[in-house]
């Protein structure tokens, strides 16, 4: 995939949800998958010629992992003209060697969900762009019914009260497939997860689910984000 059409899709989220809005400071949260390179590339793309003006502050936070290596994104943020703020923080430590989690995942979100919306208020952001795509919105719905029995999913824009932000998800429109095509075209380096149970999720479990239905039937993930849009679930819109 070729960024004019990643714009396409990132213009047209931004739009029809009204992301972004003149002066608006938004940090990217960078975790060195596809997704979040994806979106830096795309947002800076898009600061060049859309007509309300914003600035980006990319942001990663560190889980303290052995071996992690960020110079790839600092590499990239560099070639971009985008600053790049790592957050240290003990997360791993806490999860694996203090608590020893038997289910990571919802704490580890949680804390670095905090980490990054920290450093944003201290960057002076009103927002946080999030790399979530089509296929991860579709993904949450079956997770939140299938193990919490509630009709859930991420929504476009999310008002985060306690530190008066916003996230935002300008990648909801776009199919994983494509982000894949569109790294792949760029030549972009991933920056491989260090985390233990990564490929061994219950989400890793979702998206065989999703991907057999699709095999089952037509257009199965693009209906069922399509009933997203109609289910009046958070900022969701038609």
């Known amino acids: 995939m070729k960024l004019r059409r990643l714009l396409s899709y990132v213009r047209r989220a931004v739009d029809d949800y009204d992301m972004i809005k003149d002066g608006d400071k938004i940090a990217v949260g960078i975790s060195g998958g596809k997704d979040s390179l994806s979106l830096i590339v795309a947002l800076k793309a898009l600061q060049r010629f859309y007509p309300k003006k914003f600035e980006l502050e990319a942001v990663s936070v560190s889980l303290g992992f052995e071996n992690m290596d960020f110079s790839p994104i600092q590499s990239l943020c560099d070639e971009i003209g985008v600053k ?3 957050v240290k923080t003990d997360i791993a430590e806490i999860i ?9 995942c919802s704490l580890c979100a949680k804390m670095r969900k905090g980490a990054l919306n920290d450093m944003a208020e201290k960057l002076g952001c009103n927002k946080i762009a999030l790399g979530h795509n089509r296929n991860d919105i579709v ?3 079956f997770m939140s019914m299938f193990y919490e029995g509630r009709i859930y999913t991420f929504s476009p824009i999310t008002f985060l009260d306690r530190k008066r932000i916003y996230s935002i998800r300008p990648l909801m429109y776009v199919p994983e497939k494509d982000i894949i095509g569109f790294v792949k075209k760029e030549n972009i380096v991933i920056v491989k997860n260090k985390c233990p149970v990564d490929g061994y999720t219950k989400r890793e479990d979702i998206k065989r689910f999703v991907q057999e239905q699709g095999l089952k039937y037509d257009h199965f993930e693009e209906k069922i984000f399509g009933a997203v849009k109609r289910s009046g679930i958070g900022t969701w819109k038609e």
């Open 139 to 141: 993904e949450t719905l």
């Open 84 to 86: 790049y703020t790592i």
């Open 96 to 104: 694996f060697d203090a608590r020893k989690e038997k289910n990571p």
